[in-house]
């Protein structure tokens, strides 16, 4: 007689693993919850929380996240990889493609923006032609590419457009201001992207499928809404809207796809730095430290508070706006607090190689404190000529 053999708490097994699993991938999302809880004792919940949130910010990440996902499922990004690396023929020009698509493209679409266009394009280039083993070191230099690309234009930034409106800076010199360090980053890009080897670029895999004109049509209408809403021009309420409703009916299975933890994680780090600017021995403390040496406090704030609050934060304390405009754009380099762009990279890492998290984190501080250092030092030379 046959016998049915039972295998007891399978069902419980992969529950608690697919529960870590999503503590893993959602590290940063946990970490950003922690900080805002530890400053919610201080600073209990009261009417001013309403005023930490950028809800334009908010909107405009998941509008642009939405519509990512609504191109990846028509293969938009695989179908423009394989025009990459035909064009480019080996690695190290296909990397120097992808380093300056995002490097530029910051600079019209915010750094944010940028990284969630051409990080799914650099996988698909890498993946496509079995070149893996250059992913991490891509997508930290795109992120590099993101946070020092962005920082030449008032909108490249979050942290630019605040400070270009607090101090009323004009357009002329808030880019004179930026320029020497923007030069600067790009002659470091340039030279980290050289040291990559030359091999030809083969593709592997099917050809995709022709994209169908339509839906391409529709959805590339719907991004340049959202680089529409970040830049200004366009309400960000009547684009979220906008966007929201038309892939309701269109693709609703793009807006589930959302990374609703990334979401999180910005709402939680907004709570954080708006509570610690109310905790007045911090308020104390840092204005002090802003009439030393405002070029270096604000570089350093952000490796623990982000560079957009830190910008939020400094400028309460300090009129030195040329060294704090430095500061909270080069300071976008360090650490993966430093710049919100780098949890979206690090986010979109974790989620195709889970089990190389520590690595990543290596080479990432490793790539990020060298190009912080440089620039820290390239900035203290040149500030002068502003003050």
């Not at 698909?124 to 079995?130: A, E, P």
């Not at 021009?233 to 589930?256: K, N, R």
Request: hydrophobic share 55%.
């Amino acid at each position: 007689m046959a016998r049915t053999i039972t295998l007891p708490h399978v069902g419980h097994s992969l529950h608690f693993g697919g529960v870590a699993a999503f503590c893993k991938k959602n590290a940063m999302l946990f970490i950003a919850a922690a900080l805002a809880l530890m400053t919610m004792v201080l600073i209990p919940p009261d009417s001013a929380y309403a005023d930490y949130f950028d809800w334009k910010t908010l909107s405009c990440l998941f509008a642009t996240l939405a519509v990512v996902c609504a191109l990846k499922s028509i293969r938009f990004f695989t179908f423009l990889a394989r025009k990459i690396v035909t064009l480019a023929g080996n690695t190290r020009m296909a990397v120097l493609a992808l380093m300056g698509i995002t490097f530029f493209g910051s600079m019209l679409m915010a750094n944010d923006m940028a990284l969630l266009t051409f990080l799914p394009l650099g996988y698909d280039v890498l993946t496509s032609t079995r070149q893996e083993k250059h992913m991490p070191f891509t997508f930290i230099m795109q992120n590099i590419a993101a946070n020092l690309g962005g920082m030449l234009t008032p909108f490249g930034n979050p942290q630019n457009l605040f400070l270009y409106e607090k101090f009323h800076i004009a357009t002329g010199e808030f880019m004179q201001i930026m320029a020497i360090p923007f030069g600067v980053a790009v002659v470091l890009i340039l030279l980290c992207c050289m040291t990559v080897k030359k091999e030809p670029l083969v593709i592997r895999g099917e050809m995709p499928a022709p994209l169908p004109k339509g839906r391409t049509l529709l959805y590339l209408v719907l991004f340049a809404c959202a680089i529409l809403m970040v830049m200004r021009v366009m309400p960000w309420w009547l684009g979220l809207a906008g966007i929201t409703v038309i892939l309701l009916f269109c693709t609703p299975a793009s807006l589930t796809k959302v990374d609703f933890g990334l979401l999180g994680t910005f709402f939680a780090f907004f709570i954080f730095s708006g509570n610690l600017a109310r905790v007045e021995p911090v308020r104390a403390l840092l204005s002090q430290l802003l009439e030393g040496n405002p070029l270096l406090v604000s570089a350093l704030s952000c490796q623990m508070i982000s560079n957009v609050p830190s910008a939020i934060l400094l400028a309460q304390f300090t009129d030195a706006y040329p060294a704090l405009l430095m500061g909270v754009n080069i300071g976008g380099t360090g650490t993966l607090i430093a710049s919100l762009a780098s949890l979206i990279t690090f986010r979109e890492y974790v989620s195709h190689y889970p089990q190389k998290t520590r690595s990543y984190v290596k080479l990432f501080s490793l790539l990020n404190f060298g190009f912080l250092a440089v620039l820290l030092i390239c900035c203290s030379l040149c500030l002068p000529l502003f003050l």
